[in-house]
């Protein structure tokens, strides 16, 4: 029997504005409100509304049927303030009992490579989110664009998750399949899924691309390539973004059509069903250890970490962010700490990236800047005032603490 494994990633950036040198100083208004409410406005409405819609109906007709998000701290902060019918359309989706949620980094951010204790304050942040918007405790993690290496699933597992999702990369399996459940290298009792990329990047990425070979992608098309697992592999795990419906791949393609298609489809085969991770990692036991010491992540051709740390502007920025943690935390300054978290976004990285040529489209899609060049220097500007708002406040609790001790003198 095989199951498919649908996870659906749910995230949008707060994006800066064109933070000037001449603002430093003057005002902490990092962010731009008017852009990133319109593009929330506009991917609630042609994809998560629609598809929210067409998975309830799904999960209606086919009892068999099932999916997984993971949806990013500040997506969700966004969606409350903005569009909390949304929110609304999540929550009766997770209510059917068939629908799980996965643990990720609040703020999507790439904290796991730099700080681990910044790492485990962010998913706890997350999973505390969660738990309060719908009632669940996520038992799978899904890291941040899918960044995995043999640690990220130790700490995963001493955190309490039963699985951990990550890239079926051709380098790390050789002749092994991503169709079957595998096991991190010194762990326990942890599961790992793995994404089949070529038949995910089918759908996410490929769906409407005319040159290609297998154009139109029908349902009845996929659905066989999903039959031909049978008798080799366990899961055909479907990991991509939440956005390919409707807005990756519009309306006019045929996606939303294909969506609905696809399970009636797929369950024709006596041996398909659907499950959630959860479920995949009860049903099936692990087939052998996976060791993967080197990070590697679901971006680009390359599948690792350069999509954010390719160049030095990059690199700089990044080290920038995180050599500031101590100093921010310990301001105690709620709103500090919020914004140095929000500077944590991979997006702000994601979109200093010079690499262009095959994935130059991607970096460029919802990118708020001419070039990358304009993204740093925004991104130093913020971190310029930053530090003059975390030098104000040492000196206001240097200022605190001498009348504490004063006070305690008399």
Not at 16 to 38: A, C, L, W
Not at 45 to 65: G, M, Q, S, T, V
């Amino acid at each position: 029997m095989v199951s498919t494994c649908f996870y659906f990633q749910v995230h949008q950036p707060l994006r800066m504005r064109p933070y000037t040198v001449f603002e430093i100083g003057r005002h902490s208004g990092y962010f731009d409100e008017q852009k990133n409410r319109e593009i929330l406005d506009r991917v609630s409405n042609k994809c998560y509304l629609p598809a929210n819609n067409i998975i309830l109906e799904l999960l209606d007709r086919h009892p068999e049927f099932r999916a997984s998000y993971s949806l990013s701290g500040v997506a969700l902060e966004q969606l409350m303030q903005h569009k909390p019918r949304v929110i609304d359309s999540f929550k009766e989706l997770v209510d059917t009992g068939r629908v799980e949620l996965l643990d990720e980094t609040y703020h999507h951010s790439l904290s796991f490579v730099y700080s681990r204790p910044e790492f485990m304050e962010q998913v706890r942040l997350h999973s505390k989110l969660v738990r309060e918007l719908f009632g669940k405790s996520p038992k799978v993690f899904r890291n941040t664009e899918l960044i995995y290496n043999n640690e990220v699933a130790a700490v995963a597992e001493k955190m309490g998750y039963e699985g951990v999702l990550a890239e079926g990369a051709d380098h790390i399996l050789g002749w092994r399949s991503p169709n079957f459940v595998y096991k991190p290298v010194n762990t326990k009792k942890i599961s790992l899924l793995l994404k089949n990329y070529r038949l995910s990047d089918d759908i996410a990425f490929r769906f409407s691309e005319r040159s290609w070979k297998e154009w139109p992608l029908t349902a009845e098309k996929f659905a066989d390539w999903v039959n031909k697992v049978n008798g080799n592999g366990n899961t055909v795990n479907l990991f991509m973004d939440y956005e390919t419906f409707g807005e990756h791949q519009w309306p006019e393609t045929g996606i939303f059509n294909f969506l609905k298609k696809l399970p009636e489809e797929i369950l024709k085969h006596p041996d398909n069903d659907f499950a959630t991770p959860s479920e995949v990692i009860k049903k099936h036991k692990p087939v052998a250890e996976l060791n993967m010491p080197n990070i590697l992540s679901w971006a680009d051709v390359e599948r690792d970490l350069s999509a954010w740390t390719g160049n030095k502007m990059q690199q700089s920025a990044l080290q920038q962010i995180y050599s500031m943690e101590a100093g921010i935390k310990s301001s105690g300054d709620p709103e500090l700490i919020e914004d140095w978290r929000r500077m944590q976004i991979s997006d702000h990285y994601y979109y200093m990236c010079t690499k262009w040529f095959g994935d130059g489209d991607v970096h460029k899609y919802f990118n708020p800047y001419d070039s990358p060049y304009d993204g740093f220097i925004a991104f130093m500007n913020i971190l310029a005032d930053i530090s003059e708002r975390l030098k104000k406040a040492r000196e206001a609790n240097a200022i605190k603490e001498a009348l504490n001790a004063a006070l305690d003198s008399i």
